[in-house]
């Protein structure tokens, strides 16, 4: 996507709407910021997609915090629960964020800012004009050179880094990922279809596809999630990718989840009708009485699964206690491990770039 300014006509940029921040003792407003270069970050953090670009928006925080940047997070919930401040903080000191974010829980932001897609990159120069947009994954060598650019409207003389070098393969440009499983949600039940909000006994088919996943036990289904209001239940997922995600909660209701009135859930990991392999580990699974286990004690992002490859497999996710709330699953290749992406961003790149 070429920079904004290519455009015949000049473009201001939106004055931000009311909302809540967290990261910033005051919220932010556009007025107050002539004479920055500011970089929108709109994301949600119970995405995928959106936590792979984290990396570079790190990056550049670190290299150009002090030369003029301003970068702010748009969070842009797709959850109910994710509309929660303390939900928003809790992720923000999870995934080390230490910029503003603000809260755009009913849009204003996404409208004001013409923005429908995420990860999504705007750029504002130190006049308060549109300069630069961009949608999706990839293009980050593309975006911090249009983000040198605005600074040295600010520094002339000044000399930048090269820009970042790809964290993971798939990052460089023209790189080809195999094709993974589609991200499911609530709609994608494999089982018979259920009113929302009765309490159903539900029995898994012996007969599974990709692209759907199957449950067993006493489930109650709302408009966003599926509840295990049973003690126990099992979710068969055949999916072909090496990465597996879920947003999970230990309770639909955040008021509970809030309070630390609902005790946290586990949930047994089994891949391919054997346990999965301690290789196979993602970052939020743990051994426990030779088994792959997840903690779910907060609604967010569950890194589960991370396999060498990318093929057909079987993952059954057997639960433990009523109250888990399943979202969706989302999927990706080896090279979506967070924990590989922070080890390269490390080796690469372990302090900020000075700057000439």
Same mark, same amino acid.
Request: charged share 20%; aromatic share 8%.
């Given at each position: 996507m070429e920079p904004m300014n290519s455009e015949p006509?000049?473009? &201001?940029?939106?004055?931000?709407?009311?909302?809540e921040w967290v990261n910033t003792p005051a919220p932010l407003t556009l007025t107050g910021l002539r004479g920055q270069v500011v970089l929108?970050?709109?994301? +949600? *953090?119970?995405?995928?997609?959106?936590?792979?670009? %984290?990396? @570079?928006?790190?990056?550049?925080?670190?290299?150009?915090?002090?030369?003029?940047?301003?970068l702010i997070g748009i969070h842009t919930p797709r959850y109910g629960f994710a509309r929660d401040r303390s939900v928003l903080a809790s992720a923000a000191g999870r995934l080390g964020i230490r910029w503003p974010i603000v809260l755009d829980n009913d849009g204003a932001f996404s409208s004001a800012f013409a923005t429908r897609h995420l990860p999504a990159v705007v750029l504002i120069d130190p006049t308060g004009r549109l300069?630069?947009?961009?949608?999706?994954? *990839?293009? @980050?060598?593309?975006?911090? /050179?249009?983000?040198?650019? #605005?600074?040295?409207?600010? =520094?002339?003389? $000044?000399?930048? &880094?090269?820009? %970042?070098?790809?964290?993971?393969?798939? +990052?460089?440009?023209?790189? !080809?990922c195999p094709p993974t499983t589609a991200e499911l949600h609530a709609d994608s039940l494999g089982n018979a279809e259920f009113l929302l909000h009765l309490s159903t006994l539900l029995q898994a088919p012996a007969a599974r596809v990709d692209g759907r996943f199957y449950l067993d036990g006493q489930w109650r289904a709302s408009a966003e999630g599926l509840t295990l209001t049973g003690e126990n239940g099992t979710v068969h997922l055949p999916y072909h990718a090496a990465s597996v995600y879920a947003v999970f909660s230990p309770t639909p209701d955040p008021v509970a989840w809030s309070d630390d009135l609902h005790p946290a859930v586990e949930v047994q990991l089994t891949q391919d009708d054997l346990p999965l392999p301690l290789a196979c580990?993602?970052?939020?699974?743990?051994?426990?009485?030779?088994?792959? =286990?997840?903690?779910?004690? /907060?609604? /967010? #992002? @569950?890194?589960?699964? =991370?396999?060498?490859? !990318? $093929?057909?497999?079987?993952?059954? #996710? +057997?639960?433990?206690?009523?109250?888990?709330? %399943? @979202?969706?699953?989302?999927?990706?290749?080896?090279a979506d491990s967070m924990a590989a992406i922070e080890s390269r961003l490390s080796q690469s790149h372990p302090h900020p770039v000075p700057m000439e």
């Amino acid at each position: 996507m070429e920079p904004m300014n290519s455009e015949p006509r000049v473009v &201001p940029a939106p004055e931000f709407p009311p909302a809540e921040w967290v990261n910033t003792p005051a919220p932010l407003t556009l007025t107050g910021l002539r004479g920055q270069v500011v970089l929108a970050d709109f994301w +949600d *953090c119970t995405s995928i997609d959106c936590l792979r670009s %984290l990396p @570079y928006k790190r990056t550049w925080h670190e290299r150009y915090a002090d030369q003029g940047l301003t970068l702010i997070g748009i969070h842009t919930p797709r959850y109910g629960f994710a509309r929660d401040r303390s939900v928003l903080a809790s992720a923000a000191g999870r995934l080390g964020i230490r910029w503003p974010i603000v809260l755009d829980n009913d849009g204003a932001f996404s409208s004001a800012f013409a923005t429908r897609h995420l990860p999504a990159v705007v750029l504002i120069d130190p006049t308060g004009r549109l300069r630069y947009r961009f949608a999706g994954e *990839c293009g @980050y060598a593309q975006t911090e /050179r249009a983000l040198q650019a #605005l600074l040295a409207e600010i =520094h002339p003389t $000044r000399s930048f &880094p090269d820009p %970042l070098q790809p964290v993971c393969p798939e +990052d460089a440009p023209g790189a !080809v990922c195999p094709p993974t499983t589609a991200e499911l949600h609530a709609d994608s039940l494999g089982n018979a279809e259920f009113l929302l909000h009765l309490s159903t006994l539900l029995q898994a088919p012996a007969a599974r596809v990709d692209g759907r996943f199957y449950l067993d036990g006493q489930w109650r289904a709302s408009a966003e999630g599926l509840t295990l209001t049973g003690e126990n239940g099992t979710v068969h997922l055949p999916y072909h990718a090496a990465s597996v995600y879920a947003v999970f909660s230990p309770t639909p209701d955040p008021v509970a989840w809030s309070d630390d009135l609902h005790p946290a859930v586990e949930v047994q990991l089994t891949q391919d009708d054997l346990p999965l392999p301690l290789a196979c580990f993602a970052e939020d699974v743990f051994l426990a009485e030779g088994h792959a =286990h997840v903690r779910v004690d /907060r609604p /967010r #992002l @569950y890194a589960l699964v =991370h396999n060498r490859d !990318v $093929r057909p497999r079987q993952l059954r #996710l +057997d639960v433990r206690g009523s109250g888990l709330t %399943l @979202y969706a699953f989302s999927f990706g290749t080896r090279a979506d491990s967070m924990a590989a992406i922070e080890s390269r961003l490390s080796q690469s790149h372990p302090h900020p770039v000075p700057m000439e």
